[in-house]
């Protein structure tokens, strides 16, 4: 299997900072067919998984405007721009979003956030004996309060759909897999 | 936790068919800043995991322009305008791309694909016993090739990132629960 279009015309549609909108005119290398793809690109993003020493994820609760409601979350956020390392952007990103800190962030993976329309990959992270150490240092755009749920609670929470976010899933299977749980 | 943002302006970027890309200029209801968010709006999508009789999960492999790559993925697609029930959306995605076909779809679950800036939900199922039964039925942008994987190696294939779709590793992992795997 490999990439059966060629690209012929690429058109930036919508650029508001690392955020492009950008749609391409591809025709078929096959057969006489053209066809517009279009695609976002964004820099990567990381998620983190805080566990503090007594079971209990740290989680956060946000107005999300894609859907127009408040979602509970584990801590996330994009990497800066030039910056390669997705660890130093988690431990930045629990630290700013949540005020807790870890000594050890164990990667638990990474994912392709969506292969058909986005370009970006998100890197997960599992943040053990997560201690509150200073309070949350937000953007002035950002509203965000804390919710801590236990560990035990978190199947309940996905499966009644107050965890919805599907990389919030996705952190919260793989910190599972890797706690044995 | 609730909205506090106030939308005074709407503007619609790009449509096409039933995508949309919408700005949308902001004012916060307690700071006195404003901002532009933005949305893309779909219809809902489906995946799903078909296991054969033999403990095989039935793959699609197709290029993705998202990340100029071709991917291993579980067969999926989009609801059609106006249809209500995913379950039927599904059986008619796993049966154009693949020609495979169950008795039963087993819901697994649904998340939202990504509350900050999608509109739209993603429901998962499981068709087990899945039986191939006809040639696939594809649009002529499509060019999808099929790739039968044992259920053992579907935790290696993601560890190495040979499977990275975050909904379709989403569904593997719901799929490998269900199954107490």
Same sequence: chains 1, 2.
Avoid at 28 to 43: A, G, N, P, Q, V
Avoid at 147 to 174: F, K, M
Wanted: aromatic share 10%; proline share 3%; with cysteine.
């Amino acid at each position: 299997m490999k990439k059966f279009w060629k690209v012929k015309e690429t058109n930036l549609i919508y650029k508001r900072g690392i955020v492009s909108f950008k749609e391409q005119l591809c025709e078929h290398t096959k057969r006489d067919i053209s066809h517009s793809f279009f695609k976002l690109e964004f820099l990567n993003w990381v998620n983190i998984v805080p566990v503090t020493k007594n079971k209990e994820v740290v989680m956060v609760k946000q107005y999300r405007f894609g859907i127009d409601q408040v979602t509970l979350e584990v801590p996330g956020g994009t990497l800066d721009e030039g910056e390669a390392n997705p660890i130093k952007a988690a431990r930045r990103e629990l630290l700013e979003e949540t005020g807790y800190n870890s000594n050890q962030l164990i990667s638990l993976g990474k994912a392709d956030v969506n292969p058909a329309i986005q370009n970006n990959s998100c890197f997960f992270y599992l943040a053990p004996e997560a201690k509150f150490v200073r309070d949350q240092d937000l953007d002035s755009t950002e509203d965000i309060e804390l919710e801590v749920v236990p560990l035990d609670q978190i199947d309940d929470l996905i499966d009644t759909g107050q965890i919805s976010h599907s990389l919030t899933i996705l952190a919260l299977l793989y910190a599972q897999k890797y706690l044995k749980l």
